[in-house]
């Protein structure tokens, strides 16, 4: 008796062409921003504004998931590692085509964490990029890849040919279907572990290249060692935040609020002349870099831009100035009110 019978043709590759545009963009994307991670000193240093200690901390002020946040922190190192790495496989499995919809679920998973942490508070919403991932995502997690240009499909294809299973054919015989969708998992999980196994190693090779820039736990920064000896002046003059020394003209001097945990910048732009303001993007709470180049304050996130002599925004998404803090000079030290 046949064990299969001909079918008349699907339309799954011409759906699979048409997704594949999508699939090519969200695939080289995610494993973009994945090996970018492994590679960048700063996403694992636990001082840098821009590394993921430091932006979690910033995001789980304003976050849904704030609490959870929290937790993470006491193991920042593991969870960084674990969202790189989470990025990487997940953009392997779409562009390639491997287990596809798994694929493109766990990067909606990773897009949905990202929407609830740095993207929360985007207004319009429309200026937040991880919940437009999420939308594009939804399309390969419901049909796959449509078996086009897919290592999936290749490798099912293959155990079919081997078991004499014509291509497009239904099977009828359930052992023989069963057989085939077992060894079909075996082989594509083969070929998924090793796709995982060299792109993992291609990025530990790239944190590897950062370890000696890497620094294990947050360190007090230089200004924040002299507010331990500011307590004897702070009842009349506020809490040292910097010498003027510190700050030449022209320049942006980062120091920490003791009132909040969080950094901010303390500006020279004429002589004689002193203003602060909160290193907080007022978008989405990245924290901002000064640029001196450009005299601006630039969030990492989304191009928020502020200017570097007041903090007033400049560049959107942004829609309101850095937070003003006020300063005294006392002498040639630099006081917090």
């Known amino acids: 008796m046949s064990n299969s019978r001909s079918r008349v043709p699907s339309q799954s590759s011409n759906l699979g062409l048409a997704l594949f545009p999508l699939r090519a963009f969200l695939g080289f994307t995610f494993i973009y921003a994945g090996l970018q991670k492994f590679f960048s000193a ?5 001082t840098s504004s821009n590394g993921f200690l430091s932006q979690t901390q910033a995001a789980s002020v304003n976050s849904p998931i704030g609490f959870i946040l929290n937790h993470t922190l006491e193991h920042h190192a593991i969870f960084a590692f674990a969202i790189a790495a989470g990025e990487l496989l997940s953009g392997l499995g779409i562009l390639f085509g491997i287990w596809t919809r798994w694929a493109a679920l766990g990067a909606f998973g990773l897009s949905t964490s990202f929407f609830l942490t740095v993207s929360w508070g985007t207004s319009p919403y429309y200026f937040g990029p991880d919940i437009v991932f999420m939308a594009a995502l939804l399309p390969l997690i419901i049909a796959g ?131 602060a303001c909160s290193a907080v993007c007022t978008h989405q709470g990245c924290i901002v870099n000064f640029d001196k180049a450009s005299d601006i304050f630039h969030c990492p996130c989304h191009g928020a831009e502020f200017d570097g002599t007041s903090g007033a925004v400049t560049r959107g998404p942004a829609h309101r100035d850095l937070e003003k803090f006020t300063v005294t000079v006392s002498g040639t030290d630099i006081f917090l009110a």
């Open 42 to 46: 700063d996403y694992w240093s636990a």
């Open 145 to 275: 890849d449509g078996n086009y240009l897919s290592l999936g499909s290749k490798i099912a294809e293959g155990v079919r040919r081997d078991k004499g299973v014509a291509p497009g054919a239904v099977i009828s015989n359930a052992p023989l279907e069963n057989e085939i969708k077992r060894r079909t998992l075996l082989k594509t999980g083969a070929v998924a572990g090793g796709a995982g196994i060299a792109g993992l190693a291609v990025g530990v090779i790239g944190y590897k290249s950062n370890s000696n820039k890497v620094i294990a736990t947050a360190t007090p920064s230089a200004s924040a060692s002299t507010t331990a000896s500011a307590s004897a002046s702070a009842a009349t003059s506020g809490t040292k935040i910097a010498s003027v020394t510190d700050v030449p003209v022209g320049s942006a001097f980062k120091f920490m609020n003791p009132a909040t945990g969080k950094p901010g910048y303390v500006m020279q732009p004429a002589a004689g002349t002193f203003v």
